[in-house]
Protein backbone atom coordinates (compact mmCIF):
# COMPACT_ATOMS: atom_id res chain seq x y z
CA UNK A 1 0.00 0.00 0.00
CA UNK A 2 1.16 3.05 -0.92
CA UNK A 3 2.67 5.76 1.68
CA UNK A 4 0.23 8.57 3.16
CA UNK A 5 2.49 11.63 3.90
CA UNK A 6 1.56 13.93 5.81
CA UNK A 7 2.66 17.84 6.65
CA UNK A 8 5.58 16.67 8.90
CA UNK A 9 6.25 14.02 6.83
CA UNK A 10 7.70 16.33 3.99
CA UNK A 11 8.87 19.23 6.44
CA UNK A 12 11.06 16.64 7.91
CA UNK A 13 12.37 15.65 4.59
CA UNK A 14 13.35 18.92 3.82
CA UNK A 15 14.74 19.80 7.07
CA UNK A 16 17.23 17.34 7.81
CA UNK A 17 16.93 14.20 5.19
CA UNK A 18 18.94 12.57 8.17
CA UNK A 19 15.86 12.97 10.77
CA UNK A 20 13.80 11.51 7.90
CA UNK A 21 15.20 8.46 7.83
CA UNK A 22 15.50 7.86 11.62
CA UNK A 23 11.84 9.26 12.19
CA UNK A 24 10.25 7.36 9.15
CA UNK A 25 12.22 5.19 7.34
CA UNK A 26 14.25 3.47 10.30
CA UNK A 27 11.43 4.37 12.58
CA UNK A 28 13.42 4.88 16.25
CA UNK A 29 10.92 6.00 18.52
CA UNK A 30 11.22 9.67 19.90
CA UNK A 31 13.37 8.74 23.80
CA UNK A 32 12.56 12.51 24.34
CA UNK A 33 10.47 15.58 23.68
CA UNK A 34 10.94 19.35 23.88
CA UNK A 35 9.25 21.04 26.80
CA UNK A 36 7.73 23.36 23.59
CA UNK A 37 6.30 20.40 22.11
CA UNK A 38 4.86 19.24 25.43
CA UNK A 39 3.35 22.23 26.48
CA UNK A 40 1.91 22.26 23.13
CA UNK A 41 -0.05 19.33 23.34
CA UNK A 42 -1.34 20.53 26.42
CA UNK A 43 -2.64 23.54 25.45
CA UNK A 44 -4.39 21.90 22.76
CA UNK A 45 -5.49 19.09 24.56
CA UNK A 46 -7.23 21.86 26.40
CA UNK A 47 -8.82 23.78 24.04
CA UNK A 48 -10.56 20.71 22.20
CA UNK A 49 -11.93 20.30 25.58
CA UNK A 50 -12.70 23.73 26.00
CA UNK A 51 -14.82 23.78 22.23
CA UNK A 52 -16.87 20.29 23.33
CA UNK A 53 -18.25 21.96 26.42
CA UNK A 54 -18.54 24.96 24.42
CA UNK A 55 -20.96 22.46 21.64
CA UNK A 56 -22.80 21.19 24.82
CA UNK A 57 -24.02 24.62 25.55
CA UNK A 58 -21.81 24.42 29.19
CA UNK A 59 -19.09 26.87 28.65
CA UNK A 60 -16.48 26.55 31.66
CA UNK A 61 -14.90 29.47 33.77
CA UNK A 62 -11.59 30.88 32.83
CA UNK A 63 -10.41 29.54 36.10
CA UNK A 64 -11.52 25.61 35.30
CA UNK A 65 -9.69 26.19 32.23
CA UNK A 66 -6.26 26.45 33.53
CA UNK A 67 -7.29 24.06 36.67
CA UNK A 68 -7.82 21.36 33.54
CA UNK A 69 -4.20 22.64 32.55
CA UNK A 70 -2.65 22.62 35.66
CA UNK A 71 -4.18 19.08 36.03
CA UNK A 72 -2.99 17.58 32.99
CA UNK A 73 0.89 18.93 33.40
CA UNK A 74 0.54 16.93 36.56
CA UNK A 75 -0.59 13.99 34.98
CA UNK A 76 1.73 13.97 32.23
CA UNK A 77 4.98 15.73 32.88
CA UNK A 78 7.66 13.20 33.18
CA UNK A 79 11.45 14.95 33.92
CA UNK A 80 13.25 11.67 32.52
CA UNK A 81 11.38 12.99 28.99
CA UNK A 82 10.98 15.94 28.59
CA UNK A 83 13.75 18.39 27.72
CA UNK A 84 14.52 21.83 27.97
CA UNK A 85 16.94 22.77 25.42
CA UNK A 86 16.99 26.95 26.05
CA UNK A 87 19.45 27.20 28.94
CA UNK A 88 18.79 29.19 32.00
CA UNK A 89 15.29 28.60 31.23
CA UNK A 90 13.13 27.72 34.11
CA UNK A 91 10.45 25.03 33.54
CA UNK A 92 7.84 27.05 35.63
CA UNK A 93 8.42 29.47 32.75
CA UNK A 94 7.16 26.86 30.70
CA UNK A 95 4.13 26.03 32.75
CA UNK A 96 2.89 29.60 33.21
CA UNK A 97 3.34 29.98 29.12
CA UNK A 98 1.14 27.74 28.77
CA UNK A 99 -1.50 29.40 31.14
CA UNK A 100 -0.85 32.89 29.88
CA UNK A 101 -1.76 30.92 26.40
CA UNK A 102 -4.93 29.96 27.79
CA UNK A 103 -6.33 32.87 29.51
CA UNK A 104 -5.10 35.08 26.48
CA UNK A 105 -7.13 32.56 23.99
CA UNK A 106 -10.28 32.37 26.42
CA UNK A 107 -10.63 35.87 27.16
CA UNK A 108 -10.04 36.89 23.30
CA UNK A 109 -12.94 34.26 22.58
CA UNK A 110 -15.26 34.22 24.83
CA UNK A 111 -18.43 33.55 24.76
CA UNK A 112 -16.74 31.07 21.41
CA UNK A 113 -19.88 31.79 19.21
CA UNK A 114 -17.79 33.28 16.02
CA UNK A 115 -18.39 30.71 14.46
CA UNK A 116 -20.06 26.96 14.79
CA UNK A 117 -17.37 24.42 15.50
CA UNK A 118 -17.74 21.41 12.69
CA UNK A 119 -14.95 19.22 13.65
CA UNK A 120 -12.46 18.66 16.50
CA UNK A 121 -8.73 17.67 16.32
CA UNK A 122 -10.18 15.91 12.97
CA UNK A 123 -8.05 13.27 11.24
CA UNK A 124 -8.22 14.31 7.27
CA UNK A 125 -6.75 11.31 4.41
CA UNK A 126 -7.47 12.38 1.31
CA UNK A 127 -5.70 12.11 -2.17
CA UNK A 128 -3.59 14.70 -4.10
CA UNK A 129 -4.47 12.86 -7.31
CA UNK A 130 -7.14 11.66 -9.20
CA UNK A 131 -5.68 7.62 -9.51
CA UNK A 132 -5.25 8.48 -5.54
CA UNK A 133 -1.53 7.42 -5.95
CA UNK A 134 -0.37 10.15 -3.93
CA UNK A 135 -2.22 10.97 -0.19
CA UNK A 136 -2.00 13.19 2.40
CA UNK A 137 -3.19 13.03 6.30
CA UNK A 138 -3.63 15.41 8.81
CA UNK A 139 -5.24 16.52 12.00
CA UNK A 140 -6.87 19.80 11.58
CA UNK A 141 -7.70 21.26 15.58
CA UNK A 142 -10.46 22.86 14.75
CA UNK A 143 -12.74 23.39 11.79
CA UNK A 144 -15.76 25.56 12.27
CA UNK A 145 -18.30 27.63 10.06
CA UNK A 146 -18.77 30.99 10.61
CA UNK A 147 -21.10 33.10 10.45
CA UNK A 148 -20.83 33.81 6.49
CA UNK A 149 -20.84 30.69 5.86
CA UNK A 150 -17.18 30.29 5.50
CA UNK A 151 -15.41 26.99 6.07
CA UNK A 152 -12.09 28.07 8.65
CA UNK A 153 -9.71 25.59 9.59
CA UNK A 154 -8.02 26.54 12.82
CA UNK A 155 -4.71 25.98 13.93
CA UNK A 156 -3.12 26.70 17.57
CA UNK A 157 0.88 27.20 17.84
CA UNK A 158 2.18 28.05 20.67
CA UNK A 159 5.79 29.18 19.52
CA UNK A 160 7.27 32.87 20.04
CA UNK A 161 7.51 33.80 16.34
CA UNK A 162 4.80 35.36 14.15
CA UNK A 163 5.37 34.31 10.67
CA UNK A 164 4.88 37.61 8.10
CA UNK A 165 1.62 37.61 6.19
CA UNK A 166 3.63 36.78 2.93
CA UNK A 167 5.14 33.56 4.73
CA UNK A 168 1.43 32.63 5.75
CA UNK A 169 -0.03 33.13 2.10
CA UNK A 170 2.30 30.40 1.16
CA UNK A 171 1.91 28.10 4.11
CA UNK A 172 1.51 24.26 3.44
CA UNK A 173 -0.08 22.30 6.25
CA UNK A 174 -3.54 24.12 6.17
CA UNK A 175 -3.84 24.54 2.29
CA UNK A 176 -3.81 20.61 2.27
CA UNK A 177 -6.13 20.10 4.22
CA UNK A 178 -8.36 22.70 2.37
CA UNK A 179 -7.79 19.97 -0.41
CA UNK A 180 -8.94 17.70 1.68
CA UNK A 181 -11.98 19.56 2.71
CA UNK A 182 -13.27 20.58 -0.23
CA UNK A 183 -14.17 16.86 -1.29
CA UNK A 184 -16.30 17.51 1.93
CA UNK A 185 -17.60 20.50 2.18
CA UNK A 186 -17.58 21.60 -1.55
CA UNK A 187 -14.70 23.13 -3.73
CA UNK A 188 -16.56 26.46 -4.71
CA UNK A 189 -17.52 27.04 -0.80
CA UNK A 190 -15.45 30.06 0.80
CA UNK A 191 -12.60 28.63 3.14
CA UNK A 192 -10.01 30.64 5.45
CA UNK A 193 -7.17 29.13 7.31
CA UNK A 194 -6.81 30.54 10.42
CA UNK A 195 -3.51 30.35 13.08
CA UNK A 196 -3.66 31.33 16.32
CA UNK A 197 -0.64 32.26 18.09
CA UNK A 198 -1.44 31.83 21.44
CA UNK A 199 1.54 32.54 22.74
CA UNK A 200 1.49 36.58 21.48
CA UNK A 201 -2.60 36.45 21.46
CA UNK A 202 -2.83 37.15 17.52
CA UNK A 203 -5.16 35.65 14.96
CA UNK A 204 -3.56 35.38 11.59
CA UNK A 205 -5.71 34.54 8.86
CA UNK A 206 -5.12 33.49 5.09
CA UNK A 207 -7.00 32.58 2.06
CA UNK A 208 -6.09 30.27 -1.04
CA UNK A 209 -6.99 30.64 -4.74
CA UNK A 210 -8.12 27.69 -7.28
CA UNK A 211 -4.75 28.50 -8.62
CA UNK A 212 -2.87 28.24 -5.58
CA UNK A 213 -4.58 24.74 -4.93
CA UNK A 214 -3.57 23.65 -8.16
CA UNK A 215 0.36 24.61 -7.97
CA UNK A 216 0.27 22.96 -4.14
CA UNK A 217 -1.25 19.91 -5.37
CA UNK A 218 1.90 19.35 -8.41
CA UNK A 219 4.43 20.83 -6.20
CA UNK A 220 3.38 18.55 -3.38
CA UNK A 221 3.38 15.67 -5.65
CA UNK A 222 6.48 16.38 -6.98
CA UNK A 223 8.05 16.29 -3.34
CA UNK A 224 6.83 13.01 -3.02
CA UNK A 225 8.46 11.42 -5.97
CA UNK A 226 11.70 13.01 -4.74
CA UNK A 227 11.81 11.86 -1.15
CA UNK A 228 10.26 8.41 -3.09
CA UNK A 229 13.37 8.29 -5.12
CA UNK A 230 15.60 9.13 -2.62
CA UNK A 231 18.40 6.57 -1.73
CA UNK A 232 20.57 8.77 0.72
CA UNK A 233 19.46 10.94 3.09
CA UNK A 234 22.49 13.10 4.64
CA UNK A 235 22.43 14.34 7.99
CA UNK A 236 22.02 19.09 7.84
CA UNK A 237 22.56 21.09 10.57
CA UNK A 238 19.47 23.32 10.85
CA UNK A 239 18.80 25.57 13.96
CA UNK A 240 16.70 23.07 15.30
CA UNK A 241 19.11 20.33 15.76
CA UNK A 242 18.82 21.18 19.64
CA UNK A 243 15.50 20.04 19.91
CA UNK A 244 16.10 17.10 17.32
CA UNK A 245 15.14 13.37 19.47
CA UNK A 246 18.36 12.01 17.34
CA UNK A 247 21.12 14.69 18.10
CA UNK A 248 22.41 11.64 20.53
CA UNK A 249 23.01 9.85 17.30
CA UNK A 250 23.50 12.36 14.69
CA UNK A 251 26.62 11.58 12.87
CA UNK A 252 27.23 15.59 12.94
CA UNK A 253 26.73 16.11 16.57
CA UNK A 254 27.97 12.63 18.44
CA UNK A 255 31.47 10.58 17.56
CA UNK A 256 31.26 7.38 16.67
CA UNK A 257 31.68 6.22 19.99
CA UNK A 258 28.69 7.97 21.57
CA UNK A 259 26.32 6.38 18.33
CA UNK A 260 27.30 3.28 19.31
CA UNK A 261 26.51 3.80 23.01
CA UNK A 262 23.19 5.27 22.18
CA UNK A 263 22.39 2.25 19.69
CA UNK A 264 23.70 -0.12 22.63
CA UNK A 265 21.60 1.38 25.38
CA UNK A 266 19.02 0.93 23.24
CA UNK A 267 19.45 -2.34 22.21
CA UNK A 268 19.58 -3.02 25.76
CA UNK A 269 16.13 -1.56 26.51
CA UNK A 270 14.28 -3.31 23.57
CA UNK A 271 15.74 -6.31 24.99
CA UNK A 272 14.45 -6.04 28.72
CA UNK A 273 11.36 -4.70 27.39
CA UNK A 274 11.06 -8.03 25.50
CA UNK A 275 11.74 -9.87 28.65
CA UNK A 276 9.45 -8.34 30.67
CA UNK A 277 6.98 -8.99 28.17
CA UNK A 278 7.52 -12.38 27.98
CA UNK A 279 7.59 -13.13 31.72
CA UNK A 280 4.05 -11.29 31.73
CA UNK A 281 2.92 -13.79 28.95
CA UNK A 282 4.43 -16.34 30.79
CA UNK A 283 2.40 -15.33 33.90
CA UNK A 284 -0.95 -15.06 31.96
CA UNK A 285 -1.00 -18.50 30.90
CA UNK A 286 -0.66 -20.01 34.67
CA UNK A 287 -3.88 -18.16 35.41
S1 LIG B 1 20.53 16.64 15.02
FE1 LIG B 1 20.24 18.03 13.30
S2 LIG B 1 21.53 17.21 11.68
FE2 LIG B 1 21.24 15.59 13.17
S3 LIG B 1 19.48 14.39 12.47
FE3 LIG B 1 18.71 15.91 13.88
S4 LIG B 1 18.12 17.66 12.61
FE4 LIG B 1 19.47 16.36 11.38
Not at 257 to 263: G, L, M, Y
Request: include cysteine; aromatic fraction near 10%; charge should be negative.
Amino acid sequence: MATIYSHSRLSSFENCPKQFEYRYIQKIPAASEGIEAFVGKRVHEVLERLYLFVGRDQIPGIEKVVDRYHKLWEETYDPERVRIVRENTPLSYYRQLGEDCLRGYYLRHYPFDESETLGLEKRVVFPLDDAGEYRMQGIIDRISRARDGAIEIHDYKTGARVPSQRILDQDRQLALYQIGLSRQYGHDTEYRLVWHYVAKNRTCVSTRTKEDLRKLRSDTIARIDEIQAATDFPAKKISLCGWCEYKSRCPLWASPEEVARVEAEEAEARAAAEEAEAVDDSQLSLL
